[in-house]
């Protein structure tokens, strides 16, 4: 009984002391990229085919515009797994060239798993590593993540 006692107050204590909102910010401390809110509600739906049933198999990864700042991209990391983020260069202020390069500007489309960006550095990130700056790109920032929560074929994506 005493075991208990002392066993329940340390482990209650440990669990509120690891949890922490510093740690839960989805923003990191970027200077670059304003912090925007946005939910995406159901528009991902798997289930419409077309463009979203990409993310139907692993390392897919397509652009959806009208959030975020400049968009976001959404990709399948595998294992029912999807990672979201702002499709712009978190190591440049907001401006025409860093937003990511894409195909078809402004259009719901399927893209590559490296995101570059189009200004003069043309820094380049590896959107499946969790948006890790690839070689030779300049500044210290990832690509900055949004929340993304999955309901049966709804991906669902929010800050």
Avoid: W
Wanted: glycine content about 10%; charged content about 10%.
């Amino acid at each position: 009984m005493k075991f208990k006692t002392i066993l329940l107050p340390t482990l209650l204590s440990l669990i509120f002391l690891t949890c922490s909102k510093k740690n839960d910010d989805n923003q990191n401390n970027n200077p670059n990229i304003p912090n925007v809110g946005f939910n995406t509600g159901n528009q991902i739906n798997m289930q419409l085919g077309g463009i979203y049933g990409q993310l139907d198999f692993d390392t897919n990864a397509i652009y959806v515009p009208n959030y975020g700042i400049n968009g976001i991209v959404v990709i399948n990391t595998g294992f029912n797994n999807y990672s979201a983020f702002e499709y712009s260069d978190p190591n440049h202020q907001i401006a025409s060239c860093s937003v990511f390069e894409l195909d078809n500007p402004g259009t719901l489309s399927a893209i590559s798993t490296v995101a570059t960006c189009s200004c003069n550095d043309g820094n380049s990130y590896d959107i499946l590593s969790g948006g890790v700056p690839l070689a030779g790109t300049t500044g210290q920032y990832t690509m900055v993540r949004y929340r993304v929560e999955v309901n049966g074929s709804i991906i669902r994506v929010y800050n």
